[in-house]
C-alpha cells in the first residue's frame, strides 16, 4: 500500500561549532568537567550579566554557510526564544529568527540529487537535565549553557529515509572538512530533528507533518523515518487525520511514540534581543573567509582521478578525511610516486592507525619521512621486505628511513663484486643445483636467487642477481 | 577656619577629592561622617529610607585600598540597589532578591572604586526600577528629604534622596524612562541620563534593555560631571551596546552660552502646565538668553505617542529579562507542586503588583497573535519618535530646554492608578527611546518643593548638555533652590 | 483591543506567574486601563520606520574566543537559594555542585509545562 505514498522529509540539524569558549561569555566549552564549573555570571543568568558574541564562533557559522552554498547576509539579527526549563537559565535562548545569518543553499547527496538548504542560524545550547541520579530531583549542569551552535534547515526535499542519511553523511562530511565541528553524534555535537509527512504520489500539496526528536544516530534517523512515515500512511490509509505534534524515537523499542507536550502550546514570543546590535559583516570579511575554506571531498577526488589517475575506490578512502587526504598528499609529493604513496597510506599506515587507536593528525611518522622511505623503496635502495622493517622501526622511534636502513645494515646492495661473491659461494654450497641451472634447467634460477637473498640477509638486489645468474645459464 | 569631615561632605565630591588628595583629610573620617549623617537621617520610623543596605566595616575597609590620588579619593557614594556590586546586597528593592549579594562587581562599581570613591550604600528603589515614587520597593517607600510626607520620586528615589540628605556628594541610578531625571527634581539636585551606550551596564540588573542607562546624581553640575567622566567610556568587553567612545571631558570653566541654540518644544509646554511651573521655566529660560543662548521655539511632533510606545517596549522586554528569576540558581525558592508549582509560587510572591502587571502587560503584547499590532507597532513609532529630534538637530538646534516634570512631588499613597503613575515620565521617556542624553538641573521651588528644568542634547553630546547645565545653574544661584 | 479573563490566565501561564483566581478580575481591568492607551498608535502610519532606523545601527563588537572569563568571587552554593519544601523540611538546591529542582519524568516535560 506503501508504494502510492511519497515520504516527504526536512530535516533540522544542529551543529556545535568548535570554539574554545560560549557564544556570549568566555566560558570553556570543554567536555566532561565537573558540573557548573565552567560557568559565569553570563551563562548562569545572574541579574546584570550582558552577553558578548563570540567572535570565532561566528567565523566558524560563516564557514559551515558557506561551504553548505549558503548566501551569508551582512546584516543578521539575534533574537529571543522565551520559554521556562530549568536548564535555561535566562528563561530564553538566544538565537536568531526572521533574520538568521545565511540562507538559500544546497547540498549534493549523490546519484545526482541535491537538497536545498533553506537557512543556516546561530544560537546558543541550553544546559543539561539529569533525570536519575538524585531521587525526587532533577539536577542541572550549566556547563553546555550557551555552548554555541548553528542549526542547518534543510526544505522538504528529501524523499527517503536512505536520502536522510545520505543527506546527513555528506553534511558530516563538508563539516568536518570545515573543521566548524567535530560533528560527533555520540558527544552530542551533531543533532538532528525530522519533520515528516507522507503524501499520495502526485499530490503537490504537504500533508500534516510531525516532528521526531531524539534522534541520537543516522541508522535511527533512517528507522524512525521508516516507522513514522508507516505510520502517516496507515492513518491516511484508514481516513485518519494526522495531528501536527512531536515525537520520540525509542530505539530500544523500535517505536515512535508521541511526546506528552502539545505542539502549539508553544508560545515562543520572539522578539530581537535587546542586548546584542545587528551582527554586521564587511563582503570583504566574508570573502576572506570563503577563501579559506579548504577543498571539499568532491572536488578533491576529482583532482586524485585526473592527476594522479586513481580509481573511484581509493579516492574515496583517502578522502574520507580532511587529515587522511591531506597527509597523502604529502607523502605522494615526496615520494615522487603517487601510486606506491596510495598502496602505503591505505595499507602500512591505516593498519598501524587501527592498531594503535590513533587519529591521522597524531600518527607517529610524519608524512615526508614516509615519503623519503617510499623514494627509497622506488630507486631499488630498499626491498619491499626491508622497507616494512625500517617503516616498523620508525613508527617505534622515529628517526629517517635512510639512517634506519643504514645502521640496521638494510639497504639493498647492488655492487657486482658483493653479488658474484655471494653467488660463487651459493655455487660452492650447492653443486648440484648449480650445474642442473649451468645445464639449461632454467626453472632453477628462482631457487637460486632465492638462496642468493638468504645468503645477503635480503639485502641483494634481486633484478642484478637475476641478470648475473642468466650470464651463468651460458644461453 | 579648616574643613571639617561634615563641611566637606557638603562641599561635593571636587572637595573631598582634593582635601584627600593633598592629604588634609582622612578618607576614613569621610565616610564616617558620611555613615552619621545616614544615621541621623535615614533610620527610625519617620526617616528617609534611602539607604537599603550599607555595612560601616566593609566601607572602611574599601578604604584601606582605595587610591588617594584618583579623581573620586575618599568620596561616599551610593549605588541604586539594582547594580551588582560583591559586598552588600543588590536587591532591586524586590523580595525574589532578598539578601541576594552579587558574586561580580558591575563595570561602574569597578570604575568607580579605581577611582578612589568608597560605596556606602544601596539605594533603594521602586521595584525592578518599576516605579515613578519608590513607594513600589519591597522594603518600604522612601521619603523625600525637603518634605518627608512626601515620595523622592522614582525609581531611583533613594539615591536622589542620599545626595539631597547630604549623606553622600554623589550617587548613582537607572534610567528607564526618567527614573535619575525624575527624582533629581522631586528632591533638588541635579540627575544625569547620558547617552545610550555611554557608561556601561554590565552588571546592572536589566529592567528593559534598550531604554535602560545608568545615570548620576550629584548635588551640583560640577560633582555630576566629575562622576559622569569616572564611571563612562567603552565595555565592549562586557556590553555589546557600549559605545566604542572614550569617557569625554565634560567639566568646563566657560559659563557663557554665546552662539548657543536652544529649543522650547512646544509639545512640553502644553496648556495644562501650571502657572507656578511655566514661571519656573520662562525664569530659566530667562537665565539661558542672559547668558547669551538664542532660544527658539521647535517641535517635536510624535511627543504624545511616547508613552504608549514606553509602555509597550518596556514590558515587552521586562518579561524576558525578569524570567531568569525563577528559584533555580538564586534569590528566593518557593515550593509548589512540581517544577511548574515552584516556578509559579516563587514569582508570584517574589514579585510585587506593579512588576507583575507589567510582566503580564509584556507577555501580553509579544504573545502569538499581538506582536504585529503591539510591539513591531511600537518599534517603528519609537523610530519616529527618534527622528523628531534628529531633524531638530539638523535644523541648527544644539540642545532642548523642557520642564523635567510637571509638578512637583506629591503626597506618599496620593496615585494609586497604575497609567496616571506612568504620567510621572511625561516629560522624560522620549529621551530614553531616542537614546539621547538629558539632565535635570534644580531650576527653583513650588510651595518649597523643588522642581527642574531638563536640558537634552543630541547623542555623544553630553559636553553640550553640561556646558549650557553649568551656565543655567551659575547664573540661577540661589534662586535654583528658592 | 481588550484583553478576557482567559487571555490573563494564559498569558500569567507562559510568565509562570501564578495568579490568584479573585485577582483576575481586577488584572482584567487595569490591563485594559492600560492598553486603552495604546490605541493611539495604530492610527499612525509609521510602516517601516523601525527597518530604516535599524539599517543605520552599528553592528555589534564581538568577544576573542580566548578573552578570560568573568570570575566569580563566590561559588554557586553560596548563591544558590535557601530553600524548603512544601512540609517544612529543608530541601537541598546545590549538591554536588549540580542546582536541583523538583523531578521531570524526561525533558519533555518541559513542552508539557508551557
Known sequence: MSAAYEMIVGLEVHVQLKTRTKAFCRCSTSFGDPPNTNTCPVCLALPGALPVLNERAVELAARAALALGLEVHERSIFARKNYFYPDLPKGYQISQFDRPLAERGALAIGGGRSIGITRIHMEEDAGKSVHDRFPGFTAIDLNRAGVPLIEIVSEPEIRSSAEAGAYLRALKEILSYAEVSDVSMEEGSLRVDANVSARPVGETALRTRTEIKNLNSFSNVERALELEFARHVSVHESGGTIV?????????????????????????????????????????????????????????????????????????????????????????????????????????????????????????????ALGELIALVKNGALSNTAAKTVFATMLKEGGTARLIAERDGLLQVGDDSALVA?????????????????????????????????????????????????????? | MSATPESVLHDGAAAIAAAVREGRMSPRSVVEASFARAEEVDAGPNGLNCILSSDLNSSLHAVESAPVGGALAGVPFVLKDNIATTTLNTSCGSKILEGYVSPYDSTVARKLRAAGAILVGKGNMDEF?????????????????????????????????????????????????????????????????????????????????????IGVFGRTVDDAARAMEVVSGDDALHDATSARLAAPELRTDSRDLAGVVIGKPKEYFPASLTPAMRA???????????????IRDVSLPHTDLALPVYYIIAPAECSANLARFDGVRYGLRMEGEGLRGMYEATRSTGFGTEVTRRILLGTYVLSAGYYDAYYRKAQDVRALIAKDFTDVWASGV??????????????????????????????????????????????????????????????FDERMMFRISYALESELGQAAHT | MAVSKDDVRHIAGLARIGVAEERLDSLVTELNG?????????????????????????????????????????????????????????????????????????????????
Not at chain 1, 643445483?433 to 631457487?447: C, D, I, N, S, Y
Not at chain 3, 492610527?43 to 553592528?59: C, P, Q
Open chain 1, 422 to 475: 655471494w653467488i660463487d659461494e651459493v655455487w660452492a654450497e650447492h653443486p648440484d643445483e648449480a650445474a642442473r641451472f649451468a645445464g639449461g634447467e632454467r626453472k632453477l634460477q628462482g631457487v637460486l636467487v632465492g638462496f642468493v637473498m638468504k645468503k645477503s640477509k635480503g639485502r641483494a638486489d634481486p633484478k642484478k642477481v637475476n641478470q648475473l645468474l642468466g650470464a651463468r645459464a651460458g644461453t
Open chain 3, 34 to 114: 492600560i492598553l486603552a492607551h495604546m490605541d493611539v498608535l495604530q492610527k499612525v502610519n509609521s510602516a517601516g520606520a523601525a527597518a530604516k532606523a535599524d539599517a543605520l545601527r552599528t553592528g555589534m563588537p564581538l568577544g576573542a574566543d580566548h578573552a578570560p572569563s568573568v570570575a566569580l568571587e563566590r561559588p554557586i552554593a553560596q548563591i544558590a537559594p535557601p530553600t524548603r519544601a512544601l512540609d517544612g523540611a529543608p530541601m537541598p538546591s546545590v549538591i554536588d555542585g549540580f542546582f536541583l529542582v523538583p523531578r521531570l519524568a524526561t525533558h519533555e516535560d518541559a513542552g508539557d509545562a508551557s
Open chain 2, 129 to 213: 526600577a518599576m516605579g515613578s515614587s519608590t513607594e513600589f520597593s519591597a522594603f518600604g517607600p522612601s521619603r523625600n528629604p525637603i518634605d518627608r510626607t512626601r515620595v523622592p520620586g522614582g525609581s531611583s528615589g533613594g539615591s536622589a534622596a542620599s545626595v539631597a540628605a547630604g549623606i553622600v556628594p554623589i550617587a548613582f541610578g537607572s534610567e528607564t524612562g526618567g527614573s535619575v531625571r525624575q527624582p533629581a527634581a522631586f528632591c533638588g539636585v541635579v540627575g544625569v541620563k547620558p547617552t545610550y551606550g555611554r557608561i556601561s551596564r554590565f552588571g546592572l540588573v536589566a529592567f528593559a534593555s534598550s531604554l535602560d542607562n
Open chain 1, 244 to 368: 501536527q505534534q512531536t515525537m520520540l524515537f525509542d530505539a530500544h523499542k523500535n517505536e515512535v511514540r508521541g511526546a506528552r507536550s502539545k505542539e502549539g502550546s508553544h508560545d515562543y514570543r520572539y522578539f530581537p534581543e535587546p542586548d546584542l546590535p545587528p551582527l554586521v559583516l564587511t563582503s570583504e570579511w566574508i570573502q576572506g573567509v570563503r577563501y579559506g575554506l579548504p577543498e571539499f571531498p568532491a572536488a578533491r577526488r576529482a583532482r586524485y582521478a585526473a592527476s594522479y589517475a586513481m580509481g573511484e575506490t581509493d579516492a574515496e578512502v583517502l578522502t574520507s578525511s580532511r587529515a587522511l587526504g591531506d597527509y597523502f598528499e604529502k607523502v605522494a609529493s615526496a615520494a615522487g610516486d603517487p601510486k606506491l604513496a596510495a598502496n602505503w597510506v591505505m595499507g602500512e599506515v591505516s593498519a598501524a592507525l587501527n592498531e594503535s587507536e590513533t587519529e591521522i593528525g597524531a600518527f607517529a611518522v610524519p608524512p615526508a
Open chain 2, 398 to 459: 544644539h540642545a532642548l530646554f523642557t520642564p523635567t516634570t510637571a509638578a512637583p512631588a506629591f503626597t506618599i499613597g496620593a496615585i494609586s492608578d497604575p497609567y496616571e503613575m506612568y504620567l510621572c515620565d511625561l516629560f522624560t521617556v522620549s529621551a530614553n527611546l531616542a537614546e539621547v542624553p538629558a539632565i535635570s538641573v534644580p531650576i527653583g521651588r513650588i510651595d518649597g518643593l523643588p522642581v527642574g528644568g531638563q536640558v537634552i542634547a543630541p547623542k
Open chain 2, 280 to 294: 519656573h521655566c520662562e525664569r530659566a529660560i530667562d537665565a539661558l538668553r542672559a547668558r547669551g543662548a538664542e
